[in-house]
């Protein structure tokens, strides 16, 4: 039961030891903000799997370490463990779909360790939380541009018309560095003989 009495809201509980526990707490706690809701904080479950990525990424199937920031900052730097790689095996993630898996390592070769692991780094900001969320979104970023299909092949018809567009284009840009050239060579000064 609530109370509010001049900014501080009485708090009455029924105990069964004691008919009357009373104790205060302030208009902005969150029994008063939000009187309906649980204050229990739990993790949400996963979305169902499917075919696609659905951008839930589980922790506890990367590897997250945290280092020191490189570049200015003063003296917090020094102290504060605040870069963030990411990091994990392509063959131990269960949350990219196979084909996708494929393309990565494909595309990002030149970033998988020898040991096989891929690495992720931010060091965006002065906050481990938020370096890790911009690593995160690094890589979802990754894998639904790995998702998307490849572009399928132009028919002959616009092949061709591509094709003279660009060779118009290169005419233009060949005329107009003609143009520029004789512009220069007329304001040099002609030699006297």
Known sequence: MLKSVRGLVTLTRNINKF?????????????TLYPNSSLKITTPTPPPKGEKFNGFIPMNELEVT??????????????????????????????????????????????????????????????????LADCLEKLRTLIRSAEVPEKKELSPEKKESLQKRQERANRERLLVKRHRSQVKADRQATGFE
């Open 19 to 31: 008919p009357a526990v009373r104790c205060f707490c302030s208009d902005l706690s969150l029994k």
């Open 66 to 131: 945290y280092s020191r920031s490189s570049g200015p900052g003063g003296q917090n730097i020094n102290v504060v463990n605040t870069k963030c790689d990411l990091r994990f095996k392509f063959e131990n993630v269960t949350f990219i779909p196979e084909e996708t898996k494929k393309r990565l390592m494909e595309q990002y070769k030149n970033r998988i360790t020898k040991e096989g692991y891929f690495v992720l780094k931010s060091e965006l900001t002065r906050y481990q939380a938020l370096n």
